[in-house]
């Protein structure tokens, strides 16, 4: 039994994302609570609004006024999070008649568990109709969003800087990964929910908010049972066309699906079915959770390419030959390079230099012919887009070096130096190339993931611009077929070129 | 033109990678020559014998004493490293007579050029076998041996520790890539050599002499274009029953085939052949770079299952569901669990725990029952291996509260400090269970591949233990299907259980 997307969904999902005040009912003094750990969270999280913890048993937590009840909050809550046991629930939904328009049920333990906690979940249900109020969850991990509201009502203690990228996840435990991640590889995150159980929101009314939410651009989503997937498959198709959806599917084999349903209880459809529906709808299904953000930020900042010719730039020859391979084997040309192409390459490459593509800078000691390279490759006609293999490594002899009493000697000082600048300049060269010809440069560095002291200097500078180097050249590959892929919907569709 | 394998051979890689004396012939003063950067790395990575830099202009280098000749150097080299222009390397071979038995070539510029330096590179294998020499390369970018010899003959700049991986590449430039993430992993490296052109010793020359290597556990490899096809699966047959070999290969596709020909020169053979000569020789074939080292350290310390039934571990159900569909697609069985082992673990999980597997450990504040829940589904006759999903997290949230006043509140302190105990007992148990029940684990963790920094605590103590943690279940559910079907191989072998 569940509400289906009632007229005004869209703003009243505002007040979960962008509540300029929270009523925390079951917030607790005891760090082994959620409702003491969701608090901080807020908290920490720099949450601008007012905080109202609710907890009968207490006149203050964290240093916060706390009140008995619901009704004892002044005024109203925009937003209420609920981490009371689950027998309380319906009850304290009730409570909250008048003084909030949506529920965040953080509390676990209704219909994933079975029939009998089924029927209390449909209690819950029933209680927010009557009531008036919209319920996320139950069984879910929380809510954020990064800008404005700095709002992190969650379980697991991340905080995202802010990023466009946006996500609807029907598990908790993927979410808190992918929001972990985003700490990780510092490219921030926009807003985030749990979908939990899908009591009464379903995972395609956030997709429908997302459509309409400026601070969007791109919507990251994990499935595992849509509660209504014609529904789904509707809404998506209307957001498409605007906004690429990217998707990673729980529940794919056999094996998944029966793990699926003793998840979420939700039953997972057959696989082909639903990629076709997916290829249909324009949602673009990937493999790994990492996968999400590599696509996703692809897809916020590259412009796509108008076909599928890739030129591969390499600081190396065998790793020319495996991305190659890689491409070969997913649909993307390695496009042979016209005669004038190479011209302008043979103007800036030893006259050893291989003359094909993949470009192979050639074994060397600097880096200066990256800039000509990239440049006489993404004004050339045949190359829709370029994989920029190997970069950022002169930086890392140069690190060593310092801590070295080599470096007492000004020739290596100077190596140095120019090692660290070329670098430097070849990511400005790759930002230029996206501007300027309008056709996407992955990059790809196994320095990539590291923590931030290992990405200092050129890796920096790139992600700073909002192009995320990629660990490996799998990854960077597969992400250039998808960009492909979002250009050729697109394309059918009508709508022209994305830029 | 090559000499093919003559006897003792791997006697004469001795030579190479534990060389008691090293001549570098081309040794330079200034930091823009190979001839520096080689030399500087054998200084900076503690190579304990002598090194003689030869260069008729200078009398000192980076402190050493510099000889005109390699007539001049004292008694012998056991190697001599050769840096010099390519019309000059087969005269300074001819001036190693007597001198030294093996020679390492870095100089490019033969036979992967074209005709007219192929025939100096057979110049260069007559000059060799005219003056009792041996020759690796030309055209590569060094070779280096962690233990005992700490000698790194390379054109990269880094340093592993010692381990008892191995690899033999055709490609520096992929060598080079595993250099870096050895050290960035900090899994170490054993021996490593860049084959080059190969205009003398084979690919297959150095699994021979790693087969004798006592310090050698694991083989990888990066084969492009095999000179001697069947001799290399020959070697291979009579190397894999006693070490694996894990191998990537360059040249799969028609792409990436044509940019191997333009790189090493080499014609790629037909894939689906090249891949039924691997498995009948028993090697195992990766598809990224990644894969080599994750599969090899796999291979180094894990029990091999008895089959292909795995038990997944998760700390949340989204994770396990998309971990369950990676094994049955790739076909390991997510094997349906025993009643007694359901009744074993109902004693260590909560009562509305799923019953099933992936076994889902439920959204906790603790991790106490990872302990009990590995050591049940260790013991469980139905079950080959584990997945540990989610391992080493709950020590994030207590990093970042160590640094909030909220760390003043001893709740608060307390909480962080058991969260990184249990993490800590945790990795103990995998440990313990690896050992004690004789069952591969694999530990999948985010942070895997993160800075040092990050890895503090139970991630390290893994390490540490020879347990290197995965960052992607899929990338774990890959390297168990690698250790299952070197277990086939070895029993269709008759060699029987490998421990």
Known sequence: MALRAMPGTSEILTNLFEPKSIALIGASKSPTKWGFLILMNLTLGGYKGNIYPVNPKETEILGLKAYPS??????????????????????????????????????????????????????????????????????????????????????????????????ASQSGNVGGIMLRMSVLRNCGFGKYVSTGNEADLHVEDYFDYFLNDPATDVILSYVEGPRDG??????????????????????????????ANSHTGSLAGADTVFS???????????NDIDELFDVGLALKRQPLP????????????????????????????????????????????????????????????TRSSVTGCLD????????????????????????????????????????????????????????????????????????????????????????????????SFVRAARVMKCLVERQRFLRAEGSGLHT
Chains 1, 2 share one sequence.
């Open 70 to 167: 619901i009704s004892d909050i002044p005024g109203h809550a925009d937003l209420v999070v609920i981490a009371v046991p689950a027998t309380h629930v319906a009850q304290v939904i009730r409570e909250c008649k008048g003084k909030a328009k949506i529920a965040l049920v953080i509390t676990a333990g209704f219909g994933e568990l079975g029939p009998g906690e089924k029927k209390m979940e449909d209690d819950v249900v029933r209680a927010a109709r009557e009531n008036g109020i919209r319920v996320v969850g139950p069984n879910c991990n929380g809510a954020m969003c990064s800008n404005p509201a700095c709002m992190y009502a969650l379980m697991p203690s991340y905080f995202p800087r802010p990023n466009t990228l946006s996500m």
């Open 230 to 259: 014609k529904k789904l498959m509707q809404v998506a198709r209307a957001v498409t066309p605007h906004k690429p959806i990217v998707m990673i599917k729980g529940g794919r084999t056999p094996a998944g699906s029966i793990a």
């Open 306 to 365: 108008r076909g599928n010719r890739v030129a591969i730039l390499t600081t190396g020859g065998g790793l020319g030959v495996l991305c190659a391979d890689v491409c070969h084997s997913i649909g993307l040309e390695v496009v042979s390079l016209k005669s004038e192409t190479i011209k302008r390459l043979d103007s800036v490459l030893p006259p050893w230099w291989n003359r094909g593509n993949p470009v192979d800078l050639v074994a060397g000691l």
């Open 376 to 471: 006489a490759l993404a004004r050339a006609d045949e190359v829709d887009c370029i994989l920029a293999l190997g970069m950022g490594f002169g930086s890392a002899r140069a690190k060593l070096l310092k801590d070295t009493s080599l470096y007492q000697d000004p020739d290596v000082k100077k190596m140095c130096e120019r090692s660290i600048e070329e670098d430097m300049n070849s990511a400005r060269a790759v930002i230029e190339c996206i501007d300027k010809f309008n056709k996407p440069v992955l990059v790809v560095s196994e320095a990539a993931v590291l923590s931030k002291e290992d990405r200092k200097g050129s890796l920096e500078l790139l992600e700073s611009n909002g192009v995320f180097p990629y660990p």
């Open 276 to 286: 076709a529906m997916c290829k249909q709808s324009g949602i673009i299904l990937v």
